[in-house]
């Protein structure tokens, strides 16, 4: 430990501007205290510089010379980013210690960029007086702040503002202005000696604090020395490292005398048996570069044996000077094994999955980063699996979370008996896993444990009495091929992993580059889109439906088209699950309804508007009040509104659904059934909701005039069923005489396709009604 009378109350100017050293230790630590001061204003002095010439360069670009002010520009970035960036690379922001060569390299540094700015004056506006004056006030600007990011090193703030301001009264005692010239001369040399002045009660007060730490620390020390109920002790070196004065609570923690351990090397006495060997752990190799650069350390952890065991100690000291010159040092140490296994403890909690048992998301990342390594290391190849499970949302939902975590647990025992050892098994979150492979070349192992899972986890599970069935869909990418880190590897694995999904699940992926083209796709089309509708991009066409006896006008379709002024015309098929997927289907929604009951009101009064509608609009508590405010604001009449849904929306919380469509036919308003057929059809939805329209799918009307029998039987029964309900049918995508004259022998009622019309702007669709009686061509 430092006596505290080494360092000089008030110091001299010497050791002030840093030109001389006091020859102790603790003039170290003062100057690594002024060094600590200005590293922490490291980044705003870089955001002023960036600042300053930016101003710099907008007011003279078109005035100074283009390339000179690039150049000096340039000068000035690189100066100011190659002293932020060797702080960066010291990886150190605060240090304990400073030399007089770390001070002088610091105030060379505030030099060469004062030189550098001291340029822009003489070079840059030498002609032109106007741009001296802004250059002039930037410099002025640079020089205060310098005195305030500078002023704890005087002799850099000193240069900084000498430099910059001899250039700057230079530069306008040229230019024929010697009262601006004299005020800049004596403006630099005010900052300058104000500069000295703080810099130098910053030495005094860092000076005496220190002499003050010291002091307390001396007597904490001796307090923990002699405190009977505390568990710690001293212990103290002379110049070679050995113990001294061994006190006998050390020597009891080793269980050892005092005698036995005297002028011992303490290293020796740390390592034990292991000194012979010279394989030590890692704290202890920084304990001895602490001990051979005579640093301080605070809470250093080691472990020691003691009596076969291995305990784990904690030490603190300072090194010990007497008149300037090093003898040893003094510190306190304790035992910290029992807080040590409690940390353990906590870590593995940390690290692993509490329901499944399973690493969690950190320690798959982690050794999915080791793992990484080692491909990169040796060139070779490692996977990474993403694991989803399908329909789990809806177990977790419909039966709650209990069951749903009863489940995740019974898919993680499933999942530990697929893994073989190189392979590490995790749980994410929620209803994702992830496997981390070593052996990524073995293309073969992958797909095949990837076939496992899936059919492993699609196996039913017995949870409390209730037969569950799941699936799981899986993504992999390689590494380091489809990712360089961790981040990129585990995006490229859940790009294949949404391929999956997307194909409907039940499914394995792998990873390819088009998949990132295809996402970043995505990204920029959903980013347009939430801002189309404010834009006025979208806009919204009508499609006729027409009578299949006569062809006459019945209704129109109002399908969303969008515009984009770069994109050009973008398919529904690829903005709209964009909309479901963000939720912007329901604003987008409403503002279709909104525009397609003002358009109908110009049509005649027997011609109605089917409007299609999402669940994420049923789901809204407000969207009744949506269609009220909408038939109201266009004078509509509710029996000429149609809304169109399909049997997906009973897929998320039917009965909130069926409550929303019922208050919809108590208005008055016509609903439609769109896709009947296609996807998740059941009798129960049109035994609870009283539709008018079933739709017939165009897959069935295409298939159907191929004459395939089961497509014809379909719709015949779909027809008979519609007829039995007293509901009407409509058939889609009718585009030739043949798939009408068919549909129309079946008994379809209404027909819609490109035979009739396509979808129109709102003009076109009115100029149909030009001959009220007139029939679709």
Known sequence: MTAPTDAPATPGWGQVLGLNDAGGADWGRVRAAQLNAIRKLAPVRIAVTAMGVAAVCGALSGHASTWMLAVWALAVTATAGHSFYRKLREGRWQISSASLRDLHTESAWAAIMALVWATAPLLLARDNPTDLMIVWVVCVTMMSGAAMGLSVLPLATMAYQLIVGGSLAFATWRVGEPLVALIAGIYAAGMAFSALASGRN????????????????????????????GGDWMWQTDAGKCLTHVSPRFAIALGLQPEALEARPLLQV????????????????????????????????????????????????????????FSGFRGVGSDVTAARHAADKINQMARFDPLTGLPNRLHVNDALAATLAQAHKWKSRC??????LDRFKAINDTLGHPIGDRLLMRVAERLRGLIKDGETCGRLGGDEFGVVMADGANTARIEALSRAIIDTLSRPYEVDEHTLYIGASVGYALGPRDGQTVETLVRSADLALYRSKDGGGGSFYAYEPQLHSHAEERRVLEIALRKALERNQLTVHYQPVVTADSGSIESFEALLRWTHPELGNISPAKFVPIAEDTRLIGPIGDWVLMTACQEARNWPDHVRIAVNVSAEQLMNGNFVATVVQALARSGLPANRLELEVTESVFLREGSAVTETLDKLLSLGIRLSLDDFGTGYSSLGYLAKIRFNTIKIDRSFVTAAAKNTPEAIAIIRAVVTLAQSLDMSTTAEGIETERELTLLRDLGAKKIQGYLFGRPMPARDALKLFDNRDRAVA
Not at 204 to 218: G, P, R, T
Not at 290 to 305: C, G, H, Q, W
């Open 270 to 325: 740390l390592a034990g048996a292991r000194w012979e060997t010279g394989d030590f752990h890692a704290s202890l190799h920084e304990l001895a570069e602490k001990l051979k650069r005579r640093e301080a350390f605070s809470d250093l952890t080691i472990p020691v044996e003691v009596g076969g065991e291995v305990h784990w100690w904690e030490l603190s000291a300072s090194p010990r000077f007497e008149d300037g010159t």
């Open 202 to 229: 910053f030495v005094i007060h860092e000076a005496q604090q220190l002499q003050l730490d010291e002091k307390n620390e001396v007597v904490s020390l001796l307090l923990r020395e002699f405190d009977d109920k």
């Open 383 to 388: 996977a990474f699996l993403m694991i989803d």
